[in-house]
């Protein structure tokens, strides 16, 4: 082809006719630039199709990410709902005797005690770049706020813990029977929803404390009810947290859901 212009060229100049040569040389200057715009274009649009198959990769990527911190953050809410029935059961029983009764008391007390944490994947998608491979740009602004927005869950979560850890506990050993609790807490298989694998009952039997209680001494104790208060207030600010990032995760779902069928 390239000799095929030189012989043309060569010949316009050989005849002498300056504006032919002129124009075809203009001729062949277009030429050449459209023929590196269509190159530049070709080029382009393979890349923008690696592109779009790398984002299609990572967004099926969080969208199994995602539904796994959907799961589990139910079930964290789940635990807490059960932490503050059993916390204001609990108080009624302090304010209602009658209403007492040690199985009861028991059962109510596991759940007091579960410390949930809420442990999501965190993908690595900004500090590595590839947040760039994503087109739509609200998806990109609630993953960039995710791991802050995850910090005002777990601040709660480490409230309660170390209150538990500090507080709490050493009340209820002091004052209750924590082989009766423990007991009933794997009577219940109240750990069911912390196994790696669903649906996992793990047997264990402390048998119950042959010492006689009458849950005088921890239910005349006014600490008692302040425990329950802040079990109860501490895992209810948690699940109002949660519930935000819930919908958070729902929101984050169906657009990756939409950007997927847009892709597909």
């Known amino acids: 082809m390239i000799k095929f212009f030189r012989k043309i060229r060569q010949k316009l100049l050989s005849e002498g006719n300056t504006g032919k040569y002129l124009k075809y040389a203009i001729g062949e200057i277009i030429l050449v630039v459209i023929g590196i715009l269509i190159a530049l274009q070709i080029n382009n649009w393979n890349e923008d199709r690696k592109e779009r198959i790398e984002e299609k990769a990572l967004l099926r990527q969080l969208y199994s990410e995602f539904e796994s911190n959907q799961s589990q953050l ?85 409230s309660w813990r170390e209150y538990n850890i500090h507080s709490y506990t050493p009340f209820l050993v002091k004052y209750g029977s924590m082989r009766s609790v423990l007991n009933q807490y794997w009577e219940q298989n109240a750990m069911e929803t912390f196994y790696l694998d669903r649906g996992t009952v793990a047997k264990f039997d402390l048998k119950k404390s042959s010492i006689s209680m009458d849950f005088l001494d921890i239910f005349e104790n006014p600490a008692f009810e302040d425990h329950l208060a802040v079990c109860a207030t501490d895992a209810k600010i948690a699940n109002v947290q949660s519930l935000s990032l819930q919908n958070r995760i729902g929101e984050i779902l169906q657009i990756i859901s939409s950007e997927l069928t847009d892709l597909e």
Do not use: C
Request: zero cysteines; glycine letters at 2%; proline letters at 4%.
């Open 74 to 158: 139910n079930d964290k809410i789940t635990i807490r709902d059960n932490m503050i029935s059993a916390s204001l059961s609990l108080l009624d029983y302090i304010d209602y005797p009658e209403k007492r009764n040690l199985d009861s008391v028991n059962t109510h007390l596991v759940y007091t005690v579960m410390v949930p944490t809420f442990d999501p994947i965190i993908n690595d998608i900004i500090s590595s770049g590839r947040i760039q491979l994503i087109q739509n740009n609200r998806l990109k602004e609630l993953l960039t706020l995710w791991t802050s927005e995850i910090v005002q869950v777990t601040e709660e979560e480490i």
